[in-house]
């Protein structure tokens, strides 16, 4: 089993900031993982980062905007997100695996375990 605990939400304006954190524990994982999810929509990707070696991917819809890190030695894993917009208001979930090049890692098939979720606020 991998716990994960986010925290950093909240309520923020258009054009600001939050930093989202995800820590981790329990089992050993490769790969970790933002999702998010507006009500009425289905859950989207939004990054992943390979606990590895660090490389990240974004979704198309916040690449410049948000950046991905880890802190390998506090197994916590940081989403920056910079200029923030209306349709970025969501749950946001961490989820923790394995990274496969064998797998789509933007699919939440990919991830076993997740985390609560936090919501993120954006006022327009």
């Known amino acids: 089993q991998v716990q994960l605990v986010e925290s950093g939400g909240g309520v923020v304006q258009a054009g600001g900031s939050l930093r989202l954190s995800c820590a981790a524990s329990g089992r050993t994982f490769s790969a970790m993982a933002w999702f998010r999810q507006a009500p009425g929509k289905e859950r989207q990707f939004v990054s992943t980062i390979n606990w590895g070696d660090a490389s990240t991917a974004y979704t198309d819809s916040v690449k410049g905007r948000f950046a991905f890190s880890r802190d390998e030695g506090k197994n916590t894993g940081h989403l920056q997100m910079n200029s923030l917009k209306p349709e970025d208001a969501a749950v946001y979930y961490c989820?923790?695996?394995?990274?496969?090049?064998?797998?789509?890692?933007?699919?939440?098939?990919?991830?076993?375990?997740w985390g609560q979720g936090t919501q993120v606020t954006v006022s327009s």
């Open positions: 989820a923790a695996g394995l990274w496969s090049a064998a797998k789509d890692m933007s699919s939440w098939r990919a991830y076993g375990y």
